[in-house]
């Protein structure tokens, strides 16, 4: 008898144990795992920096700008830019694929694009780059902590092919449609959109209500399309055009870079 509630106080005193653990340790787990965080964060500072003094930078800032903001590609023969990593297109395109970032930092831009003279190389050491996996992890957080709270377009946008330029480099276009406009891979290039009416990638349902709006007016068909081609002209039916709605991109600066394509290209 002595011996069961032995066993019985034991049994009581090893679950109250358990749980007092479990409840006091949670907030140490928590903490070591925001310490973490905070170390490979700064280590992601660092493999972005273009700091010569360190040996795990890998110089993302020359292209990239020091705080993710854009810029020249230095040396670049076609005057190419890259994009900003604090973008809402960036992040949008981060909901969509999770591995976004880490796939484009890894293997280059190419296998996110599908353009083969993206200027992203790849940077993963199994194929040829220079980074290890935990340099990669690394600046891979702290871009997607960047992206968390993503730079916003302006709202009010002057209608000038100036503006219309920032709005294009702002919104994420060149990620796709390239700097100068070429395109490459899956994604047009957009250096005859003002000259051809109709100028679309690939035949769409609605292919000649677009022409009919464009000739109606450019500037309704191409807002159209941009807004969401998907919904305006293709029954629904996705086009490869990610939509635009106007919490992303204001009716000001959607007409700026109409204003720009247009100037562009001669419409």
């Known amino acids: 008898m002595r011996l069961k509630t032995l066993g019985v106080l034991l049994v009581t005193a090893m679950a109250a144990f358990t749980m007092i653990y479990w409840f006091a340790d949670q907030p140490v787990r928590e903490g070591i795992a925001a310490e973490n965080e905070e170390e490979l964060l700064h280590f992601g500072e660092i493999v972005y920096s273009d700091d010569p003094g360190e040996p795990a930078a890998a110089g993302c800032a020359r292209c990239h700008g020091p705080e993710g903001e854009g810029g020249q590609i230095p040396n670049d023969p076609d005057g190419r830019s890259a994009p900003s990593l604090r973008s809402a297109s960036l992040a949008d395109k981060l909901r969509v694929n999770p591995n976004y970032v880490h796939l484009a930092v890894s293997y280059g831009g190419v296998v996110v694009s599908g353009n083969v003279n993206s200027p992203m190389p790849a940077w993963a050491t199994e194929v040829g780059g220079p ?65 051809e009416v109709g100028n679309l990638p690939e035949p769409v349902a609605q292919q000649e209500q677009y022409i009919a709006d464009y000739e109606e007016d450019p500037y309704l068909a191409l807002g159209q399309w941009i807004r969401n081609s998907a919904e305006n002209y293709n029954d629904g039916e996705p086009t490869g055009m990610p939509a635009h709605p106007e919490e992303r991109l204001s009716d000001s600066a959607l007409r700026a870079l109409i204003t720009f394509l247009l100037d562009q290209t001669g419409g």
Do not use: K, M, R, S
């Open 131 to 195: 980074l290890n996996e935990q340099q990669i992890e690394a600046v891979v957080t702290l871009v997607e902590t960047w992206l968390e709270e993503p730079d916003e377009a302006p709202t009010e946008v002057e209608d000038t092919v100036e503006a219309g330029a920032e709005v294009y480099a702002a919104a994420g276009c060149a990620g796709c449609h390239g700097p100068d406009l070429q395109g490459g891979g899956p994604f047009p290039a957009l250096t005859n959109v003002g000259n």
